[in-house]
């Protein structure tokens, strides 16, 4: 079993900056990438930004050159630092990771998403 708590979502005004964080936890062999989505009302869930392994990143369009994702592997701990926001960047944010976790005595992928977390950019 795998848990994933997200937290440091919030309000903040236009040009303000937040950081959300995002720690996985429980029997874990491997994470193979760690990433944020998010969901805006009314629109679908969309990649903003994901780090793998390796440390390569991927980033959405939208949010390129504002905000910049890391990862602690020793701590299966992904963070989204958040700069220069602006209205269009509120959603609910969603954690997800991927990896390897032990049933038993087998290894299987896994696949899990956080909670989501409120992130309102607001004058």
């Known amino acids: 079993q795998v848990q994933l708590v997200e937290s440091g979502g919030g309000s903040v005004q236009p040009g303000g900056s937040l950081r959300l964080s995002c720690a996985a936890s429980g029997t874990i062999l491997n994470v193979n990438a760690m990433g944020w989505y998010r969901q805006a009302p009314g629109k679908e869930r969309e990649l903003v930004a994901l780090i793998i392994s390796g440390g390569s990143t991927n980033y959405g369009d939208s949010v390129k050159g504002r905000f910049t994702i890391t990862r602690v592997n020793a701590k299966n701990t992904v963070y989204l630092q958040m700069s220069s926001l602006k209205p269009e960047d509120t959603a609910v944010y969603y954690c997800?990771?991927?990896?390897?976790?032990?049933?038993?005595?087998?290894?299987?992928?896994?696949?899990?998403w956080g909670q989501g977390t409120q992130v309102t950019v607001s004058s």
């Open positions: 997800n990771v991927e990896g390897i976790t032990v049933e038993g005595i087998k290894a299987r992928p896994f696949n899990y």
